[in-house]
C-alpha cells in the first residue's frame, strides 16, 4: 500500500496550486481518502477528505469555499484544488487513507487513518 503526493510548490498569495494522491496497491473503493497538512510549529491538521462509497466530503473551516477535493477512480487519484492560497495555507501536506468509509464526525481525524503518504510542501508567499 503506497500514497504519493504530489504537487506542492511555492506560490503567491492569490494563487492555485492542485495536489494529487495517488493510492497504490489498493483501489479506492471504499476507503476514505484524506488531505492533511502540518505548518512548522503546529499540530497536523486535517484539510479534507472523501469517503469513496459515495462521495461525501468535508472540509476544514479554513479552508472551505476555497478548497476542492475530487477524485478520479480509475486513475486510483485523490486531488486537491486550492484555490485563493493564503500565507496561513503554507504547510507540508499528506495525504492519507482509512480502510473504511468513515462518519462525518471522524473524517477529519488523523487517528482513524490507517495509511500515509510523504508529504508535499505548498509555500504561500505575501
Known amino acids: 500500500v503506497q500514497l504519493q503526493a504530489s504537487g506542492g510548490g511555492l506560490v503567491q498569495t492569490g494563487d492555485s496550486l492542485r495536489l494529487s494522491c495517488l493510492a497504490s496497491?489498493?483501489?479506492?473503493?471504499?476507503?476514505?481518502i484524506g488531505w492533511f497538512r502540518q505548518a512548522p510549529g503546529k499540530e497536523r491538521e486535517g484539510v479534507s477528505c472523501?469517503?469513496?462509497?459515495?462521495?461525501?466530503?468535508k472540509y476544514a473551516q479554513s479552508v472551505k469555499g476555497r478548497f476542492t477535493i475530487s477524485r478520479d477512480k480509475a486513475k486510483n487519484t485523490v486531488y486537491l484544488q486550492m484555490n485563493s492560497l493564503r500565507p496561513e495555507d503554507t504547510a507540508v501536506y499528506f495525504c492519507?487513507?482509512?480502510?473504511?468509509?468513515?462518519?462525518?464526525?471522524?473524517?477529519?481525524?488523523?487517528?482513524?487513518?490507517?495509511?500515509w503518504g510523504q508529504g508535499t510542501l505548498v509555500t504561500v508567499s505575501s
Open positions: 472523501i469517503r469513496n462509497s459515495d462521495a461525501s466530503t
Open positions: 492519507a487513507a482509512s480502510r473504511s468509509g468513515l462518519i462525518q464526525t471522524t473524517m477529519l481525524n488523523s487517528n482513524y487513518y490507517d495509511y
Open positions: 496497491g489498493f483501489t479506492l473503493g471504499y476507503t476514505t
